[in-house]
Each structure stands twice: as structure tokens, then as C-alpha cells.
């Protein structure tokens, strides 16, 4: 279980820390003061799960320290360190979590919940409504660029059953050598099943090479 630290409210550090974040950059010092007084302060140990794959949400996190891994499907797509914020989709709709994070060593997180963003007896209206705008610029960029990825699948391979992108070496092999040719490589996740539900979340986009992952690992469903 992680250990609840208190939050001190006029600390400098802490403040210093928020006013850097992109989140909060059209706060003043007095409405990230007010915001100060929702967070709660958790610190994880290494190996200590946040939360699950499939868990049902409603609290974001800051990362104060340390760093953390996001693994979907088994595998490790994203890490968190000191500035991220992670979880945000749950504070505009109540629903599943779409990945594990855990903290891959001793790590300090902020966690803000709904309920505590939508109290005007703690946070009022007019600052609430600014965190949420920023909240959903991020959200819809993310949104935005799973939308464009998926609209331009170039090569779609599928497998009887689906596929576990990464363990399948002759999946590996493929996409190296597609990906070599200029093509971008997208696979069915449950196979023919996949195909005719032809939802976006049915399919995954295999990456080979490490520096075109490094630039849309933030889209769910993208694989290394």
C-alpha cells in the first residue's frame, strides 16, 4: 500500500514545481494555491502498482518524483518521470483504466480526484474550468493524432486468433522489413474477428524503428 504523505501548502518547492507545469500555466499564484488545498500525496515503492489495466478510475497524477512504467497487454509502452501527468481522461468521464502503471523505483506522485475538482468549496468554478481546458487540449491532441494514425493504415496484417505484438518473431520480422520500405505497419488484434468490428481499438500499430516510436508512443495502441 502506498504511504500518504501530508501536503504542505505554502511549500515554495511544491509551488515552484506546479507553476513549471503546462497544466497549470494559466493559474495564478493564488488558484494554484487553491489547488494545492484537492491534492493528496502518495509515495510508491518500487515494484508498487498505481493502478491496473481495466481498474475503473477517477483520479489523475502528478509525478513529484521517481519514475514510473506504463505497460498495456504485458508490455512496457510509456514512462512517467517528475512533470507528467498521467490518468487525466478519467476527470471528464468515469471509466476503465487503459493501461497499468507502476512504479519502477521509489517514486512520489500527487493525486487529484473528480470529486475534488468539481467541489467549488475547493477549487472555484472559474479556476476549475481553466484546468479542465488545458486537460482537454492534451486529452484531444491525443485523440486527434489516434484518429490520423489509424485513417492512413497502409499494411494491415492478420492472424487467425489475433496477435501479441512483440513476441511473435515472424510479426518482428515483417515489420522490420515493411517498416524498412516506407510502409507503416498496422495488426488485427483478434484477428478476422477484428475486421468486422473495425473499431479503432481492434487494431495496434507495430513501430521498429526506436526514434518513430519515441514520437507517437503517447497514442494508445502503438507497439515497439
Known amino acids: 500500500?502506498?504511504?500518504?504523505?501530508?501536503?504542505?501548502?505554502?511549500?515554495?518547492?511544491?509551488?515552484n514545481f506546479l507553476r513549471s507545469l503546462p497544466l497549470l500555466k494559466s493559474l495564478n499564484q493564488e488558484e494554484i494555491s487553491l489547488f494545492i488545498t484537492a491534492l493528496r500525496r502518495y509515495r510508491y515503492k518500487a515494484g508498487e502498482v498505481v493502478f491496473k489495466e481495466g481498474e475503473i478510475g477517477e483520479s489523475a497524477y502528478i509525478v513529484e518524483q521517481g519514475s514510473l512504467s506504463l505497460d498495456r497487454m504485458g508490455r512496457r509502452i510509456k514512462i512517467f518521470?517528475?512533470?507528467?501527468?498521467?490518468?487525466?481522461?478519467?476527470?471528464?468521464?468515469?471509466q476503465s483504466r487503459t493501461g497499468t502503471v507502476k512504479a519502477i523505483n521509489?517514486?512520489?506522485l500527487l493525486q487529484l480526484n473528480r470529486s475534488d475538482l468539481d467541489d467549488e468549496t475547493t477549487i472555484p468554478l472559474k479556476t476549475a474550468l481553466k484546468i479542465y481546458k488545458e486537460l482537454g487540449r492534451q486529452v484531444t491532441s491525443y485523440f486527434r493524432e489516434e484518429e490520423e494514425l489509424y485513417r492512413e493504415m497502409d499494411v494491415l496484417l492478420v492472424q487467425d486468433g489475433g496477435c501479441a505484438p512483440g513476441y511473435n518473431t515472424v510479426t518482428a520480422f515483417i515489420t522490420q522489413f515493411l517498416e524498412q520500405a516506407g510502409r507503416r505497419i498496422f495488426?488485427?488484434?483478434?484477428?478476422?474477428?477484428?475486421?468486422?468490428?473495425?473499431?479503432?481499438e481492434d487494431f495496434y500499430c507495430l513501430i521498429n524503428d526506436q526514434h518513430i516510436y519515441k514520437s507517437l508512443e503517447h497514442i494508445p495502441g502503438v507497439f515497439f
Open 81 to 94: 518521470s517528475r512533470g507528467n501527468v498521467f490518468g487525466e481522461i478519467v476527470l471528464f468521464d468515469k
Open 187 to 200: 495488426i488485427a488484434a483478434e484477428g478476422f474477428k477484428s475486421l468486422v468490428s473495425g473499431q479503432t
Open 1 to 15: 500500500m502506498p504511504e500518504e504523505i501530508v501536503v504542505d501548502p505554502k511549500s515554495e518547492d511544491l509551488l
Open 106 to 108: 521509489d517514486s512520489t
